[in-house]
C-alpha cells in the first residue's frame, strides 16, 4: 500500500521534470538595424536615416515546428520632413515596438529557418537634443504588422545564433504635426542578428 501511494505521489514529479527537459521556449537578444524608405504623400517629403537598436525576443513551442513569440525592440534614428511650402524640419526620434508573432520552424539538422508574421505597436518618440529643430513635435503610436524571415544555427542544445530580416508595416510618424503628414504606410526594413537561449 505505501508503495502504490509513494508511485503515485512519484508520478505527477517524473512527468513534470521530463516536461521540463523538453526546451520548449528560448529567449534572445538581438543587435537590429533600420532601413526606412522614403516617402511622399500630401506635398511632404519624409526622408529617413539609417539607424542602431536592440530587441528581446521570447518564444514559446507550440508544437515542433511552430511557436509564438513576443518581441520588444528599441531604435534610434533621424526623421527629416521636406515641403516646399513649409520649413524643413529634423527630429531625432527614438522608436520602441512591442509586438507578437506567429513563427514556423523548418528543421534540417544545425541549420533552423523560419518564417513569421505578426502584429505589434510602434511608438514614435522625438528626443529633444541638438539634432532635432523643432519643439513642437510630439510623440505618437501606431499598430502596424511585421513579418519575416531567418535561420538559427544551433552552437550547443542551449544556444542558437540568429540572422533574421525583418519587414515592418506601418504607418509614417508625424509626431503631432498635421502639416507634416504624409498619409502614407511604409515598409521598415529591420535586419537582425543574436543569440538565444533554450530552456
Known amino acids: 500500500m505505501k508503495k502504490s501511494a509513494l508511485l503515485l505521489i512519484l508520478l505527477p514529479v517524473l512527468a513534470v521534470?521530463?516536461?521540463?527537459?523538453?526546451?520548449?521556449?528560448?529567449?534572445?537578444?538581438?543587435?537590429?538595424g533600420i532601413i526606412p524608405p522614403?516617402?511622399?504623400?500630401?506635398?511632404v517629403q519624409l526622408r529617413a536615416t539609417n539607424g542602431l537598436g536592440g530587441m528581446a525576443s521570447y518564444r514559446y513551442m507550440?508544437?515542433?515546428?511552430?511557436?509564438a513569440e513576443l518581441n520588444y525592440q528599441y531604435l534610434q534614428n533621424a526623421n527629416k520632413f521636406v515641403t516646399s511650402f513649409l520649413p524643413n524640419i529634423r527630429i531625432h526620434t527614438r522608436m520602441q515596438e512591442v509586438s507578437a508573432a506567429y513563427?514556423?520552424?523548418?528543421?534540417?539538422?544545425?541549420?533552423?529557418?523560419?518564417?513569421?508574421?505578426?502584429?505589434?505597436?510602434?511608438?514614435?518618440?522625438?528626443?529633444k537634443d541638438s539634432s532635432t529643430?523643432?519643439?513642437?513635435?510630439?510623440?505618437?503610436?501606431?499598430?502596424?504588422?511585421?513579418?519575416?524571415?531567418?535561420?538559427?544555427y544551433e552552437i550547443s542544445p542551449?544556444?542558437?545564433?540568429?540572422?533574421?530580416?525583418?519587414?515592418i508595416i506601418v504607418k509614417s510618424p508625424s509626431f503631432g504635426l498635421d502639416q507634416y503628414r504624409t498619409n502614407r504606410y511604409y515598409n521598415i526594413s529591420n535586419p537582425t542578428i543574436g543569440v538565444a537561449y533554450h530552456f
Open 133 to 152: 529643430t523643432t519643439l513642437d513635435a510630439k510623440g505618437s503610436t501606431s499598430v502596424g504588422g511585421l513579418y519575416g524571415g531567418g535561420v538559427a
Open 158 to 167: 542551449s544556444f542558437d545564433i540568429r540572422v533574421q530580416y525583418r519587414g
Open 38 to 43: 522614403y516617402v511622399s504623400g500630401n506635398a
Open 17 to 32: 521534470a521530463g516536461f521540463a527537459q523538453e526546451s520548449r521556449q528560448d529567449a534572445s537578444i538581438s543587435v537590429t
Open 103 to 127: 513563427v514556423f520552424n523548418f528543421n534540417f539538422k544545425h541549420f533552423n529557418p523560419f518564417l513569421e508574421a505578426g502584429v505589434g505597436g510602434y511608438m514614435f518618440t522625438p528626443l
Open 62 to 67: 507550440l508544437t515542433p515546428r511552430s511557436a
